[in-house]
């Protein structure tokens, strides 16, 4: 019950339109309540008195309840869409925003086609909660309440002898309640494992026809869809079993009225009126009982959701802000690491114990092979992550001292792994200045050698750029990311790689722009290529977590160490490949 009342404070934000339709709720189920009770007293009267202008009067006011009834009814179903609707708007949009805010290490471990399951299938079982079974359960608690009052004012005997089948039908409504909610769960965990799967596919389908595996990969999804398709089965047993049984529960009672209450009615006892009427209020008391299969089944899928959607909204963000943090403006880019280390995992250490000092405007190259801790250093200058022992400074001030949004306004990333929105090329080069002129953005395609093949396209800045830039080669991705990069103008930028899919020629071109564009900016360079950091003003070569060296490209040459020998058998490569364009 707590998952529903902390889905109903998202729909207590539309009281006003909740109680409206509650009012026509009411209204619909006070009309409907009304026309078996003028069906009654018709019969009795027009049997007793003979009077036929009894007839026209009941018509006129069983017609006026039904159309009253037709009205109301109309407005609890638009009135209660509309609610659903923007309810289920406010919380995809609170889970998305949370999504956002939530930090690498979150997204490190979870699993996209789960996050979607969640803000589409889940937000949608919510919804037709909301729509369909909150106001539904008040209608099936006032018309139990309403018909059990009226069939004992009638005839107690023969009401006690419907009710009494009601404690097995509540009884069997919440068993099965109990018994569906897992169910429900494992049919949405699995809906997710299935939207990973197929996400994953869509996403590679170019290395999956690349190596054959395209019935590999339809077997993976067949099983995932028959796991799902085997508990759809279950639950739809379950239910195929649940509602026809209440309704036979609460069916057995008309059987035993119409012997009873026949012989009642051949007494004197009771009217044919008044057992017309109580045979029509049965009937009305099957509606909310058969009902209450459904809602059941929807409250358990509801609650199943709300369990998935608040796991997400309950993970607290492991980069928090600090309520004082601090504006931090226009910074200039001193930046100190003062004896940091840091662990993507509770065993293995990504740094240890790393300290170094970059002045404003000074070039830095992290050498080193994979896994030695280079962009790890240039996760933590934004805080993407947050060190675990020591600290980062840039200007003077703890980067935890500030405000995230001012921090990484200043910092920059060009990341080796280019992603690019299904937009034109205009607006992804935009993306972090979307105020930019046309002019600006002409300028950075210019600085990153990408303007002249903009240019040659059909539809130049406006092209449209496939889903994730597929209509790009790697080369013009790398470009297009440098030049959003450079758009932003930030104090600090960190190029992961930023080179490495472009053609020796292009890199040459971009090498050069990058020279001109670094002046007055710290700036550090990723790589595996050393022979494009020479004039770097400082170099770090990593290794496992830690800086073994450090220097100028001339000084660590001479020191005759790790980096030389890198160096050496990059050059040798070099020069075996044919690749002997000079350096500058």
């Known amino acids: 019950m707590k998952i529903l009342f902390r889905l109903m404070v998202f729909t207590g934000k539309y009281w006003v339109l ?15 309540l009304a026309i078996p009770w003028i069906l009654g007293e018709a019969i009795d009267t027009v049997a007793s008195q003979g009077e036929r202008s009894f007839l026209i009067w009941a018509v006129v006011v069983v017609f006026s309840a039904t159309t009253l009834r037709g009205i ?14 923007k309810t289920c708007y406010d919380i995809r949009n609170k889970l998305y925003e949370h999504l956002q805010r939530l930090s690498f290490a979150f997204h490190d471990q979870a699993q996209t086609g789960q996050l979607m399951s969640r803000a589409t299938t889940d937000v949608e079982a919510i919804r037709m909660f909301v729509g369909r079974g909150l106001l539904g359960l008040i209608q099936m608690f006032i018309l139990f309440i309403g018909i059990s009052y009226i069939l004992v004012s009638i005839n107690w005997q023969l009401a006690l002898l419907t009710l009494a089948f009601l404690p097995f039908v509540g009884w069997r409504a919440i068993s099965n309640s109990r018994h569906i909610r897992p169910m429900w769960l494992k049919i949405q965990q699995l809906m997710a494992a ?49 509602v026809p ?16 209450g026949g012989q009642q009615v051949i007494a004197g006892t009771l009217t044919i009126g008044n057992l017309t009427q109580f045979i029509l209020y ?43 943090a601090i504006e931090a403006g226009i910074l200039k880019g001193q930046i100190n690491f003062e004896d940091v280390s840091f662990s993507y995992n509770l065993t293995t250490p990504a740094l240890k114990n790393i300290s170094f000092s970059v002045k404003p405007g000074e070039l830095v190259a992290l050498v080193g092979n994979s896994g030695s801790g280079k962009s790890t250093i240039a996760h933590l200058i934004p805080r993407f992550y947050d060190v675990k022992s020591g600290r980062i400074t840039i200007d003077g001030i703890d980067i935890r001292d500030m405000t995230i949004a001012s921090l990484r306004s200043n910092v920059i990333t060009a990341q080796q792994d280019v992603f690019l929105f299904s937009a034109t090329i205009r607006d992804n080069i935009a993306y972090g200045a979307t105020s930019a002129s046309k002019e600006q953005i002409i300028e950075v395609a210019k ?67 990058l020279d001109k564009l670094i002046k007055g900016r710290t700036t550090f360079i990723i790589t595996h290529r050393l022979p494009i950091i020479k004039n770097a003003d400082l170099i770090l070569m990593l290794k496992e977590g830690q800086i073994i060296e450090r220097g100028k490209h001339d000084d660590l040459l001479a020191k005759n160490g790790l980096y030389q020998q890198i160096y050496n058998s990059q050059l040798s490569v070099t020069i075996v490949s044919g690749e002997t364009q000079e350096e500058e």
């Open 18 to 32: 909740l109680l409206l339709a509650f009012v026509c709720l009411l209204i619909t189920t006070a009309s409907g």
């Open 447 to 513: 600085a990153a050698y990408l303007h002249d093949f903009i240019q040659s396209l059909p539809d130049g800045y406006n092209t449209w750029v496939g889903e994730r830039g597929i209509t790009l080669s790697g080369g013009e991705k790398q470009r297009l990311a440098i030049a959003r990069t450079l758009l932003v103008n930030p104090s600090i930028l960190i190029l992961d790689d930023s080179t490495s899919s472009v053609d020796a020629e292009t890199e040459y071109l971009i090498r050069r722009a």
């Open 194 to 242: 299935l939207g990973t799967t197929l996400e994953e596919n869509l996403t590679g389908v170019r290395v999956v026809k690349a190596f054959s595996h395209q019935a590999e990969e339809t077997q993976k999804f067949s099983a995932d869809t028959t796991l799902l398709y085997n508990e759809h089965i279950r639950v739809a047993r379950q239910m195929a079993l649940n």
């Open 72 to 85: 109301s009814a109309y407005g609890y179903s638009y009135l209660s869409v509309v609610v659903s609707q």
């Open 282 to 324: 049965l009937g009305m008391m099957a509606m909310p009982v058969r009902r209450l299969g459904f809602m059941t089944n929807l409250l358990s899928r509801t609650i199943s959701a709300g369990q998935r959607i608040f796991e997400i909204l309950n993970t607290r963000p492991m980069i928090q802000e600090k309520i004082d």
């Open 245 to 260: 049984l209440m309704v036979f529960l609460i069916s057995i009672p008309t059987a035993l009225i119409l012997w009873y």
